[in-house]
């Protein structure tokens, strides 16, 4: 099985510059895309359904054309929810639960630390939720996927300038503490689970500073797995020669 994870920066534009092309090339059995920033209504049909998926799509109500997740699947789920089950969270519209009969695949688009303090702490406070809602979730099934942007960039490896972004959100040392945490508790950062050493390799380049052409970049998107799913990962991989957005795709292969 395939999953496919892209911060697309905006559904509606990534379809104008060739959505199609690039996701029949990948062709996933499972495509998870964030910040979406729009609902379903504003999505042309082609978009809303593509022939031989199913497809799921949550959405910001507290701001129009922010936020936003979706799901697109060729095996129906046996289960959807719609965010943490968290108000104050759950306006934003960040994440899509599809349970299966084997495996559980969360999507989420965590919370950006800019702006001030306190939107560090809801970013913080979203993080402590979302790994109690998982452990949840593991109690009954183990088999747990979760991937998305996750905002933060974890070691110095993970990005080009970690001592010019020291101070940085996304780079704080309380923010890369929580994916400490996480793997603490048991979960696989399934890109460095196969490449371990491996260097320049980021899913995120700022547009205005032309980042992208001279790979300055940050490691934020994730495929995580739960440790009891170690032996059935066959693969992970940066798609950084897709564009269309500052993120590029991820992917895992998983036997399923």
Not at 22 to 38: G, S, W
């Amino acid at each position: 099985m395939k999953l496919i994870s892209w911060n697309v920066n905006g559904l509606r534009a990534v379809h104008r510059n060739g959505f199609w092309d690039k996701f029949l090339k990948l062709y996933p059995d499972v495509f998870c895309l964030q910040e979406t920033k729009a609902s379903p209504d504003q999505l042309p049909a082609e978009v809303r359904e593509i022939p031989g998926y199913k497809s799921y799509f949550f959405s910001s109500t507290v701001k129009k054309g922010y936020s936003g997740v979706a799901i697109y699947t060729k095996v129906e789920p046996e289960k959807v929810e719609y965010g943490l089950g968290i108000s104050e969270f759950d306006g934003e519209g960040r994440q899509l639960t599809l349970s299966f009969k084997d495996y559980v695949i969360i999507n989420c688009y965590f919370p950006n630390g800019g702006r001030g303090p306190e939107r560090i702490d809801y970013k913080l406070r979203y993080y402590d939720a979302f790994l109690e809602y998982c452990e949840k979730i593991r109690k009954t099934q183990p088999n747990i996927i979760f991937c998305g942007d996750v905002n933060t960039a974890h070691t110095e490896i993970d990005l080009a300038r970690p001592k010019e972004n020291s101070e940085t959100t996304g780079f704080l040392p309380i923010e890369r503490e929580w994916i400490d945490t996480l793997e603490n508790s048991g979960y696989i950062d399934t890109f460095r689970h196969f490449n371990p050493g491996k260097k320049d390799m980021y899913t995120y380049w700022d547009q205005v500073t032309r980042a992208r052409e001279r790979n300055v970049g940050w490691r934020i998107d994730y495929f995580f797995t739960s440790r009891e799913m170690q032996k059935k990962l066959l693969g992970a991989h940066i798609h950084s020669d897709i564009s269309g957005s500052d993120h590029c795709p991820i992917s895992i292969e998983v036997d399923f």
